[in-house]
């Protein structure tokens, strides 16, 4: 680290950056968060009146209100897909990776066959799989080449629902998510040896348990009634969209294992670990930290996913909607700001508990290193 | 099981794995029908964008054009042209400022540290990763005024806010990827041109900018790709005049107008110059790919 009267300067050189930065993410944010607490509309801004003050209105109608079942379904939608997608890219990914590891010939070839889709925009992806989807003569029809019977299934136009559940158990879902969580961390925080954390974690467990089992996160939270599943439409997003960004998770595998020395695995070896073994012994653990980053990265990607599902399904198939066009189209079509800014603020409520984890720890390693 | 046995004089294992020609051919069968699976949209974009509105219309996806014609392509050059034309007086200035932004920020966040520098930089990044709709209704509200008044001048007014918006929320990847990229050079190196005397800007234009190249290289190839793909800003932030080629194509294959034959060679021509690209300068491509993970 350079010391020298150059400090100023390199404080003024960042400050425009910091400075953009503040204003465009941190003021801008702050400027959508307060418009959702308003019923700021186009009509108002037409005719020159003050937007209103409704304090948490936007959210409760979000959440709860008789018009805004379009949302509910988009939260489903997301996070069925979410997982769906990330499954999807993590396993195709691994395998392709592990595969290209194996010192294989022409491998730049099959290396560059499986990255091509990342260079494309999602927009592009979504014009060629609306055609590849199209129920009558693309996928479907493949079969019949070789002269077995055609698929009937209709892709991003499928009304198919499975796991159907009243969006009234959506808080104890939450609720199950987060015990979840905490029994991971309180195993984790026992395994070190932290027993105060693991302790308070416990509790906090059997608090969760506790709440769920008399029912109480429905009772405290009453929502709509109303039924919401897995659409079956979703497959074919995440079809196209595992096209597109399995090679990166693939890429991202392969770097790892390039990263691990031959040294280790011949070790392995030695040990009587056969050539499976020496992956579940010895390199998948040690591709862990990937595989979170992976989660991570794809996680956020697929939370705000937009141009795809807006190029394959247009405005109105709420079969793969999401908040993320919703939003587009209830701002700039709707001309309510006050909603579209609150499922904004959502949008990145969602994104923030993804990221901020992710980035905390990353800088904390850091500075330790 | 321990990793750390102690290496015994044994022949390593690999005469006794390429002895299993099964596993070989697993291996390679696997990678091949892969392979095919990831390239079937391509094979039906290319036959189906030179077919013509008739063929396309009437016969099954799979089989390859009868007679092959272009005229596809000729209709989606026609729609499509002006938007492929302000794509690249778009990606062009952005990628540049880009870059160079990138590059001051990482060379000052490598190597002159200062307090706070440790909270600002994971806070200039959180901008990487939100979702931007989070701040396109201020974003429109505060470019508007702006826009008309270039237009004003009559100068394409949409096509420079979309600049500075993707050069603005450019500013936390390329600052990661140069930062990530300078914190390799050896403090020695400065610190040597730093008793010769040379202050923050002779530092940089002498010893970092030359040395630069590749991470110039990863950043601009990012930038590109990622600004010609981009949607969001460029629907919410364009006029029908400065409409970016993935607006463009969105449009053309939403309306019901266009044949698929046209809506394919329309992928095809908004798809060529990342492709490009990407099959040409693809190493760095995946660098700046990885780089998207943080860590780097």
New interface residues.
Partial sequence: ??K????V???L??LP??L??GL??????G??AY?SLTDSNGLQQLSGLPSNFVQLRNYSDLFNGSLNERFRIDIVNTLFFTLLFILVCLVLGL??AI??D?K?QGETV?R?????????????T???????F?PE??IN??P??IGLPGSDFRWFISEEQWLPFNWQQMPTFLTMFALGLVIYFALRWYAKKRAQWAAFAGAIALLLLMLITFDVPRQALPLISEEHGFNLALFAVVIAAG?QMS??TM??YL?GLRGISD??R??????G?G?F?VYR??VLPLLQPITL??VI?LG?IS??I??LV??MG?DTNLFIDM??LN??LT??RGQQ?GM??A???V??IM??FV??P???T??RT??KR | MSASAPSLPIPSAQPKRTSLPFRRTAVYGGLVIASLMFLIPVYIVLITSFKTNLEVANTTMWEAPSSWTLDGYTTAFERLSRNFANSLLLVIPATFLSAVFGSLNGYVLAKWRFPGANIIFPLMLFGMFIPYQAILIPLVSFLNPMVTFINGLSLPGGLVALILVHVIYGLPITTLIFRNYYTEVPDEMLEAGSIDGAGFWGLYWYIVLPISLPGFVVVIIWQFTQIWNEFLFGVTLSNPQTQPITVALQNLAGSQIADYNVQMAGAIIAALPTLLVYIFLGRYFIRGLLAGSVKG
């Fill in positions: 680290m350079i020298n009267n150059g400090q300067m390199a404080l050189v960042l950056s910091i953009l930065l465009f993410v941190y003021g801008f944010i400027w959508t418009t395998t392709l595969l290209l194996q294989i099959f560059t066959i499986f990255l091509f889709p990342m260079a494309l925009s999602f927009v592009v979504g014009v060629v799989w609306k055609w590849l199209n003569r693309g029809s493949l019949e080449l096209w090679g990166y890429a991202m770097a040294d280790l011949e070790a392995a070896r030695v040990d670990a050539e073994g012994y010895v980053s992976a990265i956020h939370l705000k937009f141009d807006y190029t247009g908040p993320g939003m587009y701002t700039f700001f579209g800014a499922i904004a603020t949008m990145l994104v923030a990221i901020v992710y980035l905390v990353s800088f850091e500075d």
